[in-house]
Structures are given as structure tokens and as C-alpha cells.
């Protein structure tokens, strides 16, 4: 049997996964388990399923290798539990060929692809960190910016002075939907 899995980091990716269950079901997937949860996670509920089902025999197939680890070291212990229950792990979208690591050599490729993934990772991940670090460096304010929530004090401290919401919206320099909806909580 093929089991196929799917997974995203975050909840406003649906059309990636959309197209993870398309490819694994042209794969030829009979049970596929897809989940919303960041790889970073050590529970991944969707996963342990998937796994759990495997019987020997059996081929679990994912998309990419991200959807199943963060590192090598990761992936590699994914592929030994796979095949420690006698079955096999397809990786369909591996630069346009599909890796199945029942042979040796797609299991050599499939480590070397994700090293040079996982160096990417970190390599991106420094840059960020240097980047963050300049613009604290420079005064740059790092986050997201203010809400109305953030001036809810404010806007009903204006609205007892007598001001009207789209005053105090103008004043504030924000949409006079968010005063009303600060003065509606408070």
C-alpha cells in the first residue's frame, strides 16, 4: 500500500497543501494524512499516523524531504524507521525525479540533497540574523507595527474629551472602523 503524507508550517498555506494531496493521490496514494504544524514540532500527530500504518511491505511517499524533517540527521532517521518496518520511502519532487530509497543510490542522493538543503537552511537563517542585527544597529524598530489596540487608551481618553470617532480617527491617523471597534470593547 502507498501512504502518502502532506504538511505545512502554517494555516494560510491550503493551496500548498491542496497541491501536496493532488500529487500524492496521482501517486497513487490509498490513505494520505496531511496536517498544519510547523516541522519543527517533535509531535506531529498526522505523521505518527502515517507511520503507524505502514506494514511491511508498504511505501510511505511525501512531496519533498522538508515535509518530513528540518536536517539530514533528521531525514535519515525518518528513512531508517521506514525501512526498519521493511518498507520503503518514495520522494516524489526531487528536482523533477522521484527518489525511492528501497535502492542505495536514491538513498545516497536523498542524503546529499538534504545536507545541501539543510546547508541553504543555515546559510538563510545567518543571513536573517545579520540582518536583524544591522537594523538594531541602525534604530530600526523590529516587529510588527502597532495595532489600534495599541491606542485603545488613547482613542477613549479622546472620545470622553468629546471627540467624534472620525476626529479621533484622523487625529490618530487610523481607520475610523478601528475606533469604533476600540470603543465597543471598552
Known amino acids: 500500500m502507498r501512504i502518502g503524507y502532506g504538511r505545512v508550517s502554517t494555516v494560510d498555506q491550503d493551496a500548498g497543501l491542496e497541491a501536496q494531496e493532488r500529487d500524492l493521490k496521482a501517486a497513487g496514494c490509498e490513505r494520505i494524512f496531511l496536517e498544519k504544524i510547523s516541522g519543527t514540532k517533535v509531535d506531529r500527530p498526522q505523521l505518527s499516523a502515517a507511520l503507524d500504518m505502514l506494514r511491511d511491505g508498504d511505501v510511505l511517499v511525501v512531496t519533498k524531504p522538508d515535509r518530513l524533517a528540518r536536517s539530514t540527521a533528521d531525514l535519515l532517521a525518518f528513512v531508517e524507521r521506514v525501512k526498519a518496518k521493511g518498507c520503503g520511502l518514495i520522494v516524489l519532487s526531487m528536482n523533477g525525479q522521484t527518489l525511492d530509497t528501497t535502492s542505495p543510490t536514491a538513498t545516497l542522493m536523498l542524503t ?17 540574523r545579520e540582518g536583524i542585527a544591522k537594523a538594531k544597529a541602525d534604530g530600526r524598530k523590529l516587529g510588527r ?26 487625529e490618530l491617523g487610523v481607520a475610523r472602523s478601528g475606533v469604533y471597534r476600540v470603543l465597543e470593547v471598552g
Open 112 to 128: 546529499l540533497l538534504a545536507a545541501v538543503a539543510q546547508f541553504e537552511r543555515e546559510l538563510m537563517l545567518e543571513r536573517q
Open 145 to 170: 507595527p502597532p495595532t489600534i489596540l495599541d491606542k485603545s487608551a488613547t482613542i477613549r481618553k479622546m472620545r470622553k474629551e468629546g471627540m467624534s470617532a472620525a476626529a479621533i480617527a484622523k
